[in-house]
């Protein structure tokens, strides 16, 4: 059973930083696209940032580019993503993707398994 379970949300001030974490069950030795999204209350669900297995070919969404960095523990079996310069709109439940393969896309149903969220709710 795949299990990926996200830590690290939590309540901030605009301008700071959080680091998120995702622990992942799957034996990610193999070519995984890992990913991750967000959704705010009354809005879908949207890509952030992709990673393939290996800490490879780093893809961003426009909105956070610059701000956030995706990358990955292969010791720990962890995918971070390391949130700087935090806006109000940024405020949302964030949630950790995987799939298999090699071509990483922010596309939400390309991804398989999916952990249950942590909130993120940054105030101005």
């Known amino acids: 059973q795949v299990q990926l379970v996200e830590s690290g949300g939590g309540s901030v001030q605009a301008g700071e930083s959080l680091r998120l974490s995702c622990e992942v069950s799957?034996?990610?030795?193999?070519?995984?696209?890992m990913g991750w999204f967000r959704q705010s209350p009354g809005a879908e669900r949207e890509g952030l940032a992709t990673?393939?297995?290996?800490?490879?070919?780093?893809t961003y969404a426009d909105a956070v580019k610059g701000r956030f960095t995706i990358s990955q523990d292969k010791d720990k079996n962890t995918v971070y993503l390391q949130m700087n310069m935090l806006k109000p709109e940024d405020t949302a439940m964030y949630y950790c993707?995987?799939?298999?393969?090699?071509?990483?896309?922010?596309?939400?149903?390309?991804?398989?398994?999916w952990g249950q969220g942590t909130q993120v709710t940054v105030s101005s």
């Open positions: 993707a995987a799939r298999r393969g090699w071509d990483c896309r922010l596309v939400i149903n390309d991804y398989i398994y």
């Open positions: 799957i034996d990610t030795s193999g070519n995984y696209c």
């Open positions: 990673i393939l297995t290996g800490g490879r070919f780093p």
